[in-house]
């Protein structure tokens, strides 16, 4: 089941459980550590179980056992009706390893799959996954770069093999660079790119609302040059790791 924070639900400090959008009763698992007892609505699960009955932006009555001790909290369940999803699967482990890598070397194979909930369209992909971003990086909440094995259009974008997943760790408002991409589109700039907000799972585990853009590149991004702008960077600063050279699937 997606990751659930603390916050405020309904004004009282709740638990808060956000989950992609609307499913049939059994679509979410609850996952948990196997030696603690869990109750909802005084329903015992087993890690692993389908999430039997819930109603979102209702209160409902979660008690956790674990090593004899009992701690019992209000929850509730809030759908991202209006924003698409973005669903990485990737190895178990590979995540905190790919996150731990502040020089992004560490791309990993993985499935992407985007949810649009005014289209009810799926869009699954293979591709390979990496960090992104510099003093960004030293943000809880990390930005990535998804490359795949084809141009694909996500939302209505520009076609691209090479995407960014922009985290937005440094601004709270999730605003600045929506604004400015939307201003440069607006204004008819030459190489702005696209953007669109989603929400990010990665192996089940909410991470965030994020900003897809397509990446401004002439090799797979979303700018269509002559010439390999990556090759040119590396023959003209040979120290500089770009991420032009991707493992074969």
């Given at each position: ?88 699967d990737i190895e178990d482990g590979a995540f905190e390893k790919m996150s731990a890598d502040p020089m992004h070397l560490d791309k990993k194979s993985s499935n992407i799959t985007l949810v649009d909930p005014k289209t009810h369209l799926n869009t ?126």
């Amino acid at each position: 089941m997606p990751f659930a924070s603390d916050g405020e639900g309904e004004g009282d400090g709740a638990l808060c459980f956000f989950l992609p959008f609307p499913a049939e009763i059994g679509a979410y698992r609850i996952d948990f550590p196997k030696d603690d007892k869990v109750y909802i609505d005084g329903d015992e699960y087993s890690s692993g179980d389908a999430l039997l009955s819930y109603v979102a932006g209702e209160k409902h009555r979660l008690e956790i056992i674990r090593h004899r001790k009992t701690v019992s909290r209000d929850m509730v369940f809030y759908y991202g009706d209006n924003i698409p999803v973005v669903s990485v699967d990737i190895e178990d482990g590979a995540f905190e390893k790919m996150s731990a890598d502040p020089m992004h070397l560490d791309k990993k194979s993985s499935n992407i799959t985007l949810v649009d909930p005014k289209t009810h369209l799926n869009t699954s992909e293979y591709c390979y996954i990496g960090g992104h971003g510099g003093s960004s990086w030293d943000c809880d909440k990390k930005s990535f770069e998804i490359s795949l094995l084809r141009p694909i259009s996500f939302l209505g974008m520009r076609a691209a093999e090479k995407w960014t997943l922009i985290s937005n760790g440094m601004d709270y408002s999730n605003l600045k660079n929506r604004v400015v991409y939307e201003a440069a589109s607006q204004v008819g700039m030459e190489y702005s790119t696209d953007c669109e907000y989603v929400n990010l799972y990665v192996n089940g585990s909410y991470q965030g609302l994020y900003l897809l853009t397509g990446r401004i590149s002439g090799n797979g991004g979303v700018i269509n040059f002559d010439h390999d702008l990556d090759v040119e960077n590396r023959m003209l600063n040979p120290d500089v790791i770009t991420d032009s050279s991707l493992p074969e699937p």
